[in-house]
Nanobody, 122 residues
Framework: VQLVESGGGLVQAGGSLRLSCSTSGFTFDDYAIAWFRQAPGKEREGVACITNSDHTRVYVDAVKGRFTISSNNAKNTVYLQMNVLKPEDTAVYYC????????????????WGKGTLVTVPS
């Protein structure tokens, strides 16, 4: 199983960025993919999760209305569209795989990518 994040970078406050999570090594439709982030000096937190079979989506309150998670099942790829970015969104963003999104915020995922850095200067 492999998950590879891309798309991070430096973006001004109020701007947008789209992260990608390219996956391989498992049957994409049978799993859920979640995005997490870890800001400097803080614990890792869940951001959003999508069930690939039916595209059911879950978001944490901090990103509702600004972030959108989606998946392209033909490409085995999950995206995180981030709009109206704020300095507090600065973090390393990780994608991770699990059987379902239920309780994903607890971080009990099976496989993780290595992360991509998003920086929103204040």
């Amino acid at each position: 199983v492999q998950l590879v994040e891309s798309g991070g970078g430096l973006v001004q406050a109020g701007g947008s960025l789209r992260l990608s999570c390219s996956t391989s090594g498992f049957t994409f439709d049978d799993y859920a993919i979640a995005w997490f982030r870890q800001a400097p000096g803080k614990e890792r937190e869940g951001v959003a999760c999508i069930t690939n079979s039916d595209h059911t989506r879950v978001y944490v309150d901090a990103v509702k209305g600004r972030f959108t998670i989606s998946s392209n099942n033909a490409k085995n790829t999950v995206y995180l569209q981030m709009n109206v970015l704020k300095p507090e969104d600065t973090a390393v963003y990780y994608c991770a795989q699990s059987r379902a999104c239920f309780g994903f915020e607890d971080g009990g995922m099976d496989y993780w990518g290595k992360g991509t850095l998003v920086t929103v200067p204040s």
